[in-house]
């Protein structure tokens, strides 16, 4: 795999949960979500269709078994994967476990409200959490 540069944004608004073959999956910062964005781990890649044919099926693999782990663990209602890159151009695919009552329900996440950072212990243990919950992806 080679090394990319994870766009800044990203970075700051994230943090780092695993790598899987092709991308780094990481928690978003928005506590009242079970929000996790996964980056193909290429440089200069925008869209899905600049990915190889064999990439595109990867990513679809790891967003739909990720998905499929976040929504059994958190007992979703629904399960949105969305690629916008409206403010960050960079490849990165949300995967987002909704449940109805939610803060933004039945709407979009975005622009919804205020973010809701996670304290130090409520990050580490959802961490954990994740790490385990994704292990068996690798």
């Known amino acids: 795999m080679t090394d990319f540069t994870l766009h800044p944004r990203l970075a ?12 780094q999956v ?3 910062g928005d506590a009242r979500y079970s929000w996790l964005v996964l980056i193909p781990r290429r440089d200069d890649i925008r869209e899905v ?3 190889s044919a064999d990439d595109q099926a990867t990513l679809w ?25 409206n403010q960050v151009a960079q ?29 130090d212990m409520m990050l580490d243990t959802h961490l954990a959490t994740l790490r385990n919950l994704l292990a068996p992806c690798k």
Not at 65 to 77: F, N, W
Not at 101 to 119: L, M
């Open 12 to 23: 700051a608004d994230s943090h780092y949960v695993a790598d899987l073959p092709l991308c």
């Open 26 to 28: 990481r928690l978003n």
């Open 49 to 51: 269709y600049e990915l």
């Open 61 to 85: 693999q790891e967003a739909t078994e990720v998905g499929r782990r976040l929504m059994a663990h958190h007992d979703g209602d629904k399960l949105n994967l969305a690629t916008l890159g």
């Open 91 to 119: 490849l990165h695919l949300h995967v987002i476990v909704r449940h109805q009552g939610d803060a933004a329900w039945p709407g979009p996440v975005w622009g919804h409200g205020t973010p809701q950072p996670y304290d």
